[in-house]
């Protein structure tokens, strides 16, 4: 039941913005989107969420289109090391209390090229 | 601060036998969650436990349970292992009040039943 869709696989030269999509067109108002990075067989990393502004931190941004149903992860100068598989996650309420699940789509595998 | 950790990293385990797995979240975090990792099927949920409640539960068979302590800390127990649970199972922490809050995630036990 993942509510997201990211192609499978991207490449991107080092040096340059990996520019990363990721369509949600299911999402409600309250449903935050998630990123997270998963390196081989290590545990997935956390790079960032939002829920309608543009963010930014240390390791990425976040666009997100006005309607919500799109975002847009933005590396801005990709590493060898950035090489990994891009988890765009819708967070789903899935109880009356609020508690949070992460459902995981198949990601976009990305490989940053020397 | 230190991270998630979980133990063991490896095990390998024969069909029928049980297995406990092991997480201590980061301090301050009392929330943990846990998921399964299989080529197959991908990133899923298994439970979540907030101060020593089951708040959140995946569709699992009852093979699958877990426990949360006082301290935080929270296992997961796999009982008569069948060839399928052999996966990767990660453990996830949030300071989790709301159930709302990130998730944080350990590098994971590499489960292999034979």
Known sequence: ?114 | KAGVTQTPRYLIKTRGQQVTLSCSPISGHRSVSWYQQTPGQGLQFLFEYFSETQRNKGNFPGRFSGRQFSNSRSEMNVSTLELGDSALYLCASSWGPTGRETQYFGPGTRLLVL
């Open chain 1, 1 to 114: 039941d993942a509510k997201t869709t990211q192609p499978p696989s991207m490449d991107c030269a080092e040096g340059r913005a990996a520019n990363l999509p990721c369509n949600h067109s299911t999402i409600s108002g309250n449903e935050y989107v998630y990123w997270y990075r998963q390196i081989h067989s290590q545990g997935p990393q956390y790079i960032i969420h939002g829920l309608k502004n543009n963010e930014t931190n240390e390791m990425a941004s976040l666009i997100i289109t006005e309607d919500r149903k799109s975002s847009t992860l933005i590396l801005p100068h990709a590493t060898l090391r950035d090489t990994a598989v891009y988890y765009c996650i819708v967070r789903v309420e899935s109880t009356p209390q609020g508690a949070q699940k992460l459902v995981f789509g198949q990601g976009t595998r990305l490989t940053i090229n020397p």
